[in-house]
T-cell receptor, first 117, second 113 residues
Framework: GAVVSQHPSRVICKSGTSVKIECRSL??????MFWYRQFPKQSLMLMAT?????????EQGVEKDKFLINHASLTLSTLTVTSAHPEDSSFYIC?????????????FGPGTRLLVL | GENVEQHPSTLSVQEGDSAVIKCTYS??????FPWYKQELGKGPQLIID?????GEKKDQRIAVTLNKTAKHFSLHITETQPEDSAVYFC????????????FGKGTKLSVKP
């Protein structure tokens, strides 16, 4: 079964509004989660690393004031797209690494489809 | 930083045939190589992974091989079925530090019945 969930699965909003996306690890704790963006027919591009208890780390070219990340607990990270515009329309996917002994596996959420009108 | 190249970008096979997708990576420190299957409108699903202390791993019809010296790894799917049709992504990362995954550009696999 799923080990990482996302909510909502899809959202349509008007230009200028803010949208919040939640990512939850279902049966494990994740001090780190990752947020990716995927445009149609393209690969996943890392946007930022969400760190529980500290500030997120953003990849080059990703505006931290536009994509607000809050890692509220060991099982929840949120991504808020502020003042969304049509070019922000994309598929947003989170992932969380799950440790199994000395090994670690990353699991992805089902994604959130954002359409900004 | 790490760079992952994936080939081919599209692959069409007949049902029952084998499919092979290849990836190369640049950072010799990478030690974890997962493969994900992504169906339309869904998140990536882990199908198999391999770590740098292993050269080959198999799970039923799926196998992955790793050549650390040449820095390349491959996904092998045998006896393909129409439901194998999807986009497959390879990735590389350095584990232990909860490092993020660097993805290849994906391969769209089509299995014709």
């Amino acid at each position: 079964g799923a080990v990482v969930s996302q909510h909502p699965s899809r959202v349509i909003c008007k230009s200028g509004t803010s949208v919040k996306i939640e990512c939850r690890s279902l049966d494990f704790q994740a001090t780190t989660m990752f947020w990716y963006r995927q445009f149609p027919k393209q690969s996943l591009m890392l946007m930022a690393t969400s760190n529980e208890g500290s500030k997120a780390t953003y990849e080059q070219g990703v505006e931290k004031d536009k994509f607000l990340i809050n890692h509220a607990s060991l099982t929840l990270s949120t991504l808020t797209v502020t003042s969304a515009h049509p070019e922000d329309s994309s598929f947003y996917i989170c992932s969380a690494p799950r440790a199994g002994g000395i090994q670690e596996t990353q699991y992805f959420g089902p994604g959130t489809r954002l359409l900004v009108l | 930083g790490e760079n992952v190249e994936q080939h081919p970008s599209t692959l069409s096979v007949q049902e029952g045939d084998s499919a092979v997708i290849k990836c190369t990576y640049s950072d010799s420190a990478s030690n974890y190589f997962p493969w994900y299957k992504q169906e339309l409108g869904k998140g990536p699903q882990l199908i198999i992974d391999i770590r740098s202390n292993v050269g080959e791993k198999k799970d039923q019809r799926i196998a992955v091989t790793l050549n650390k010296t040449a820095k390349h790894f491959s996904l092998h799917i045998t006896e393909t079925q129409p439901e194998d049709s999807a986009v497959y992504f390879c990735a590389a990362s350095i584990t232990g530090s909860q490092g993020n995954l660097i993805f290849g550009k994906g391969t769209k696999l089509s299995v014709k019945p």
